[in-house]
């Protein structure tokens, strides 16, 4: 699994370096919610937290399990999120780096700098930051940052699934499955759908 290796050499020269990476990009419906994930400087996982990696390569049981031990050893972590709504008004893309800024906001020190899963960032704030493909698979904290954003979209579905029976957003989290796009075809679009996703098997345009 993953360590520190690859933060180890910025912390020669900083003290507060932030993962951050989101979940939900994908989905016909719900949020897409990032994290924010700052360790303290020269910080090695130990326990539990060396079993930490890209969270999709994880179980279930094991990303609820890692939640509290990444909370814990965190000097900081933070959430942000968008909406369906909104990611229906200005697109997934600027929803994304919506909800990964607010994530970034909301912690109460400013970092130094910030290390994003993916190719593209737009900051809201004058803070230095690298993209890093795959980042979820080769960086300490963006792979802790996308267990935190991961559970926290979860359990967000999980909880639509009560209001919206008829969905089972506690099976596919919203994801364009066979079962979720059939639901759609019967029972229309629900509030937390994202009417600006078409689906060609509906006949959308």
Not at 173 to 179: R, S
Request: include cysteine; aromatic fraction near 8%.
């Amino acid at each position: 699994m993953l360590t520190t290796s690859w933060e180890m050499p910025l912390w020669s020269g900083l003290s507060r370096i932030c993962g951050i990476d989101e979940a939900g990009r994908g989905p016909l419906a719900g949020p897409v919610v990032a994290a924010a994930v700052v360790f303290p400087q020269h910080f090695r996982p130990t326990g539990i937290l060396e079993r930490i990696d890209d969270s999709k390569s994880l179980s279930a049981a094991l990303r609820r399990e890692l939640v509290p031990a990444i909370r814990d050893a965190a000097e900081e972590w933070a959430i942000g999120m968008a909406d369906a709504e909104t990611i229906d008004r200005i697109n997934i893309l600027r929803a994304t780096m919506l909800s990964m800024n607010l994530a970034v906001e909301s912690l109460k020190s400013l970092p130094e700098l910030l290390l994003v899963d993916g190719n593209r960032f737009t900051p809201s704030m004058p803070v230095p930051f690298r993209t890093i493909v795959k980042g979820d698979s080769k960086v300490f904290s963006i792979a802790a940052a996308s267990v935190l954003a991961k559970t926290t979209r979860d359990e967000i579905m999980t909880g639509y699934a009560r209001e919206y029976p008829e969905y089972g957003f506690d099976q596919h989290f919203g994801y364009p499955t066979g079962k979720h796009v059939e639901a759609i075809a019967a029972h229309g679009r629900c509030p937390i759908h994202r009417k600006s996703f078409k689906l060609r098997k509906l006949g959308e345009k």
